[in-house]
Structures are given as structure tokens and as C-alpha cells.
């Protein structure tokens, strides 16, 4: 990146204008958006064994039959160490395209924001399973507002929040409405209609599907947005 000295003389607001110029393209320069949105939807995707062949289920005999609840320590496991991969890989990408271009990085506090909801969302996780935490008892359905912590308190969600802490170190608008749209689409949760009715051990996989898609497309998109500074 080159800049023109001013003179000494030249309008100070000029100088303040072109101060703002090179800033944000120096913070255009930096961003590598793509990269931890197609990281993460390659590892939203590889979920989906974890989530189909991963439970067991220990169940109770009651007077009226059984009580049966499910377990799936393995999906635990695989979320824990894919992300924690994942973020390492996203800081080295971050720091040697940062070092490539002679500028400085700022993924570090991304990187630490996702690790933390991680570890939260693992905490949570192992309670609910280990604890019954936060899940009625007997054959009582959870309410709308459990169900809603639940979607809350998950990896998906967890990736947005952080997602939402690099669209603010980046300053970067469009990666802010893209995570909006990707939580709402969580929390909500939208399905587009695609296996509503499917039940069983399929059940999961329409909103891992749209959630992990929804991340590949914007990796996609974003990699090709910023294309061109590539080569400036």
C-alpha cells in the first residue's frame, strides 16, 4: 500500500479525510471474513456423524412403561476439540495473511471470545447430560422458553456471538448483518420447511444442515467480496 506525503500547508481537513482513507483501507486490508466462516462450516458439516451415531439411551422402567433419556457424550467431545482446531487454525490464517501484507492482526480477541463460549457451551452440556440440568422431569415436554434456552446455550449460536465480536474488531457491516440473519435463523429456529415432520435420529440434521450451509455460503461470498485486495 503507498501514500503521498501532504504539505505542510494543505487543509487540515484534507489531511483529516485522507487519515480516514488510509485507515480503512488498512482495516480492509486486514480482514480474511471467509476464512473463519468456511473453517467453521466445514466443521458444522462434519458434525453430522457425531450427531446421528453418538447417542445412548438408559431407560427406566415406570408403571406406565419406560422413561428413556439420551446421551451423547461424543458430540461433547467432537464439538471441543473440532473448534478448538478450528480457532488455531483461524488465528494462523488471520496472523500469516497479516504478516503477508506488512500489517498488523486483530483476530486474537475473536479467537479467545469463541474458545470461552465453547468452553460454556461444553459446561452446559455436560450438566444437561450428566445432571438432567434444566430438563423437566418425567414424561413432561419443556416449555417454549427452555426450548428457546436451550437453542440459546449451543455451538451454533456460541459460533455467531463470536462471529458478532470479529464483525466489531473488523468494523465491518456487512459481516454484522450476515451474523444477524445466521442467528436468527438458529434461534428462530428457521427450517425452510425441510423435514418438519422427521423424527428419530434424523431429526437434527435440517438445521445442522442450513446452519453449516449458511456458513459456507458466506465464506464463499466473502471470498469473492474480497478478491481484489488481494492483489493492491
Do not use: K
Amino acid at each position: 500500500m503507498t501514500t503521498h506525503p501532504m504539505a505542510a500547508g494543505d487543509d487540515p481537513h484534507r489531511l483529516l479525510a485522507h487519515v480516514r482513507h488510509l485507515t480503512r483501507r488498512v482495516r480492509v486490508a486486514q480482514r480474511v471474513t471467509w476464512l473463519p466462516l468456511l473453517v467453521l462450516a466445514v466443521v458444522t458439516l462434519a458434525a453430522i456423524p457425531a450427531h446421528r451415531y453418538g447417542w445412548r439411551s438408559t431407560c427406566v422402567t415406570v408403571a406406565d412403561g419406560q422413561i428413556c433419556r439420551g446421551r451423547n457424550l461424543a458430540l461433547i467431545v467432537y464439538w471441543q476439540v473440532a473448534l478448538a482446531v478450528a480457532y488455531a487454525a483461524i488465528a494462523y490464517g488471520y496472523l500469516r495473511a497479516a504478516r503477508a501484507r506488512g500489517l498488523g492482526g486483530r483476530v486474537m480477541p475473536y479467537v479467545v471470545t469463541g474458545i470461552a463460549l465453547n468452553v460454556l457451551v461444553q459446561v452446559v452440556a455436560l450438566l444437561v447430560t450428566h445432571e438432567g440440568w434444566g430438563m423437566p422431569e418425567g414424561l413432561e415436554r419443556p416449555d417454549g422458553l427452555a426450548m428457546f434456552l436451550t437453542r440459546l446455550i449451543d455451538w451454533g449460536p456460541a459460533i455467531g456471538v463470536a462471529l458478532l465480536v470479529l464483525a466489531w474488531l473488523e468494523r465491518h457491516l456487512a459481516l454484522l448483518l450476515f451474523t444477524a440473519a445466521y442467528l436468527a435463523v438458529l434461534l428462530v429456529p428457521v427450517n425452510f420447511g425441510w423435514g418438519t415432520h422427521w423424527g428419530g435420529d434424523w431429526r437434527f440434521l435440517p438445521p445442522l444442515v442450513i446452519q453449516g450451509g449458511l456458513l459456507l455460503l458466506g465464506g464463499l461470498g466473502f471470498a469473492l467480496a474480497q478478491r481484489p485486495w488481494q492483489h493492491r
